[in-house]
């Protein structure tokens, strides 16, 4: 769903920004997605071709970004070291998700304009 | 307007692909607006701490990818070269300005949740 490549549909990629510090995009959005479906930052970072070591600076990131982490991870250990997404880290992607949502619904007026001043993309009317 | 820096406000960069051709974003868009504003493609660049070969590559790759053209440019010439906004060019700013606005509007509450989950940024509450 987030990862829609296939059509002409319009793809929207939304980055908030926090003070200097702080910001919420597609990229880390789909690594929480990733890290909840697989149950592990270094799986996560491999399903979205990120190096482990960059998964890792993300989530380390994104854990000191916020009051509480977003990320609760073993890392290494006995287990192999499993990730999982906090009560907060669940909050964050739920409304970054919600974000997108209502802007597609809400600006789709706009946004059908938009792709109406393109040349014919096939599907068209 | 689009250019805040000064608060700790949640800012939003916004953009949107069609296809795998063409994308719109805050860059372009800021350049549109400034190509207004100058009246030169060359300034409206500068402005934007933005070469002038990579200035003329944006409106150059707008204009090929809609329609009409974005901008309307007599490039050097005995008047050194004026630049402005076609219809389509003031169409496609205003699109994407209220796309920018409706996004900021109608996600209000999922954007001060999230904000509400960062560590004190002073002002909050």
Known sequence: MSDNTSSSEPRLRLRIFFGDDVMLGPGKADLLEHIRETGSIAAAGREM?????????????????????????????????????TAAGE???????????????EAADEIAALRAMLPDMSDGK
Chains 1, 2 share one sequence.
Request: net charge positive; aromatic share 8%; hydrophobic share 35%.
């Open 49 to 85: 071709a990120m190096s482990y070591k960059r998964a890792w600076s993300l989530v380390e990131g994104m854990n000191r970004g916020y009051r509480e982490p977003l990320v609760d991870s073993s890392r290494g250990g006995t287990k192999g070291g499993g990730a999982s997404l």
């Open 91 to 105: 909050a964050v992607l739920a409304h970054y998700r919600k974000i997108e949502a209502i802007t597609v619904r």
